[in-house]
C-alpha cells in the first residue's frame, strides 16, 4: 500500500506542474487571508486514514473561521490528505494546512460567491459556462461533507474520518463519478470544487494559510517569490534557492 502511494504522489508531482505553475504565483481562489505560515507549530501531518488529524489541537492555534462543527471540518481534513497524501516525498495536505486554508477561503469572497452574479433565474449551464449554482461556495462544500459523513454511514456503517483509506477512496471515487445525490450541484461539480481547492491550498504562497513552511515549493523546486535575480542572472551554474514567501518581504 506504501508503495502504491508513493507511486501516485511522484505521478502526482510530475503530472501537476502546469496547475502548481498557475498557483505558486500567487493565483489564489480569492477571500480573506489566513495566517502567515511562520510560525512554530504547524498543522499535524495525517498519517493513518483513519485519524482525525488533529483538528481539535490545530483549531486552538490556528483558528477556523468558517466551520463551526469539528466533525465536518475533520472530514474536510481526511478528504484532502486523500487527494493530496504524506508519502517519503514530503508531507500531505493536513500537514501543509490545506484544510485551514479552505476554511478561511470559504469565510471570505471566494465562499459567499461575492464576485459572481447570483440572481436568478437559475438554469443548467454548460460545462465551459463555469460556476452555475444558485448556492454559495461554503454552502456547497458545507453540504458536501455531510454527504460524504453519509455515504460512509451508508456503505460501512463508520464516520469518514475512521475509514480505512480504500473506503475513503471509494466514497470519493463515487463523488468524481457524479453517483451522488446532491442538491444544487452535482456531485461531480463539488469534487472538481473540493480537488482544486486542496491543488490551491497545497501550492498557494504560505501568506494564505496553506502550503505550511513552503514544504510543496520545497518539493517542486520552486524558489518563490524574490524581488530580483540581477545576482545569479548571469551564472552559468544551476543556482538552488531556498523558498521565499510574500511575508519575507513584508518582514
Request: net charge negative; proline share 4%.
Amino acid at each position: 500500500m506504501a508503495e502504491k502511494k508513493n507511486v501516485s504522489r511522484r505521478d502526482f508531482l510530475k503530472t501537476s506542474g502546469i496547475a502548481a505553475g498557475a498557483l505558486v504565483g500567487g493565483g489564489i481562489i480569492g477571500g480573506v487571508i489566513g495566517a502567515n505560515t511562520r510560525q512554530d507549530t504547524a498543522a499535524p501531518s495525517g498519517g493513518s486514514a483513519g485519524q482525525s488529524g488533529g483538528a481539535e489541537t490545530t483549531e486552538a492555534v490556528r483558528g477556523l473561521q468558517f466551520f463551526k462543527n469539528q466533525q465536518e471540518f475533520a472530514v474536510l481534513q481526511q478528504a484532502t490528505e486523500r487527494i493530496f497524501p504524506e508519502d517519503d516525498l514530503g508531507p500531505g495536505a493536513i500537514g501543509l494546512g490545506v484544510p485551514f486554508f479552505i476554511d478561511h477561503q470559504l469565510a471570505g469572497s471566494y465562499g459567499e460567491n461575492s464576485r459572481e452574479y447570483m440572481q436568478p433565474p437559475f438554469q443548467v449551464g454548460e460545462a465551459t459556462q463555469g460556476y452555475q449554482s444558485r448556492l454559495k461556495r461554503n454552502e456547497l462544500f458545507r453540504q458536501g461533507l455531510q454527504k460524504m459523513q453519509q455515504e460512509a454511514q451508508s456503505r460501512f456503517e463508520a464516520n469518514f474520518v475512521d475509514l480505512e483509506g480504500e473506503q475513503m477512496d471509494e466514497i470519493l471515487t463515487a463523488f468524481q463519478d457524479d453517483e451522488v445525490d446532491m442538491q444544487g450541484a452535482n456531485a461531480q461539480f463539488f469534487f472538481r470544487l473540493l480537488r482544486q481547492a486542496t491543488l490551491n491550498g497545497a501550492y498557494a504562497d504560505p501568506i494564505y494559510g496553506g502550503n505550511q513552511n513552503m514544504d510543496a515549493w520545497r518539493m517542486k523546486g520552486f524558489p518563490g517569490h524574490r524581488p530580483s535575480y540581477i545576482n545569479e542572472i548571469e551564472s552559468e551554474e544551476f543556482v538552488e534557492f531556498d523558498p521565499h514567501s510574500v511575508g519575507d518581504m513584508l518582514s
